[in-house]
């Protein structure tokens, strides 16, 4: 224990360079002939120093944590005093203040002090509001085509406004404050996915935590939906406004649905039915939205039938028959015969049946006939096949007369056989093989 003496004639005496914050006792005596009387004896502490650099160094939305420097001399503790009447000590250079309210302006003093609790140093201050609260309930409801309602509910403690931002593709669409719990954002690209945050703030920049969600604008509709078809497969393409993350294509065939997503503006159907009238309806959605459809039919093209012939004939009727193509739905045929020689051309269309006889035919004549698959505007390859008409035969008889200056010439048979030939050429030439017919010779000297 360091002691100091010190003598003076007056009744008062200054005592300097003593350290701060520390406890002294004081023994007054009176001297008289060099002898001390009876001391009278008194302790006092010195004032600390006051805290220095004293700052908030984190800052949440329920705690503050103040951090300082330890000043020069001693101290005891510190004690740290909240404008609503809190006290807290603390013997470290830091304290964590708890269980304040979020979002609300503190002026927070820190003081040295020693153990007789009476004694205390210089205030230090230091002011800042506690983070505001992240809002609860964040919805996104009215999704229209070019805007998104947004809800929320405001967090506890205070709040001076709320801002709220769009987002997409990390660029910033809209950024704006309100001072309510509801906004309607708009101005927003359609049919797109859009990142939506709320923060709350307080004193002009101190912001809360953000709250994020993500939506969608109304997908719109779909436009130049385009089908090309082969026999067996169907190809649809089509065209959208926005960011649609998906579409959805239906394919309806006889009222059977069979229904595809794709994240594509095309696709393609295979092993489908030939020469059948498909019906394709493709809308875009974005999770919980659809877009409006579009609706479009085409026929597969036809395949053609195969192995044409001929069941029955008759003198005026010919009755045909085919095989359908593979994987055929409910299907029309064009079907018809021709005689070149009568020009006489009967058309006709039929549906699901693979067999057809024409009537009010000319016996002994060929007919050509010839049956195609029907779709829409669209005619299959022809499968064909040829017959007659049964002949109603008759017989007819030509005499012909022969004179030539030559003697002998008409009774030599390489004349007759010369007349036949070009008479039997003449006949086909005129009937060929259009009609029945059959020339055969008479021998004179026969009858």
Sequence with gaps: MLKRNFTT??????????????????????VKCTRDLNPQEDTFYTTPNKVEDLQITSVTET??????????????FYLIKIKDGKQISSKTEGKEVRDLIPGHFYTFTVLSGVRDNSTWSE???????????????????????????LNWKSPVGNVSFFRVVAIMDKKTLVRQNVTITEVNVTGLPIGSKITLSVTALVNGNIEG????????TAPGPIKGLNLSSTDVSLNASWNSEGDSSSFVVQLVLEGKVHERKTNFSEITFTGLKTAAQYQVIVYASNGHLEGEPSTKSIFTM???????????????????????????????????????????????????????????????TKYDFQVQTVAAEHLS???????????????????????????????????????????????????????????????????
């Design 123 to 149: 205030e230090s201050i230091v002011s800042r509001n506690t983070k505001p609260g992240r809002v609860s309930d964040l919805s996104v409801s009215r999704n229209t085509h070019y805007s998104l309602q």
């Design 9 to 30: 004639e007056d009744l008062t005496y200054d005592l300097n360079s003593l350290t701060p914050g520390t406890r002294y006792s004081v023994q007054v005596f009176a």
């Design 63 to 76: 705690s503050v944590f103040l951090n300082w420097t330890k000043p020069d001399g001693n101290l005891d």
């Design 381 to 447: 390859a022809a499968a064909t096949v040829s017959k007659y008409t049964v002949a109603d035969k008759r017989e007819i008889s030509l005499s012909m007369m022969c004179s030539s200056a030559e003697p002998l010439l008409c009774d030599e048979n390489t004349s007759r056989v010369s007349v036949f030939e070009q008479l039997k050429k003449h006949f086909n030439e005129v009937l060929g093989e259009n009609i029945f017919w059959k020339l055969e010779e008479v021998n004179p000297k026969e009858k």
């Design 209 to 216: 935590d953000s709250v994020t969600i993500d939506d969608y």
């Design 302 to 364: 036809p395949s053609p039938p195969t192995n044409a012939k001929s069941t029955y004939q008759d003198k005026s009727s010919i009755t045909f028959e085919w095989d359908p193509p593979a994987k055929v739905g409910r299907v029309t045929y064009a079907v018809g015969i021709i005689s070149s020689f009568w020009g006489h051309t009967v058309s006709e269309r039929i549906e699901n049946k693979t067999t057809h006889k024409f009537t009010g035919l000319k016996s002994g």
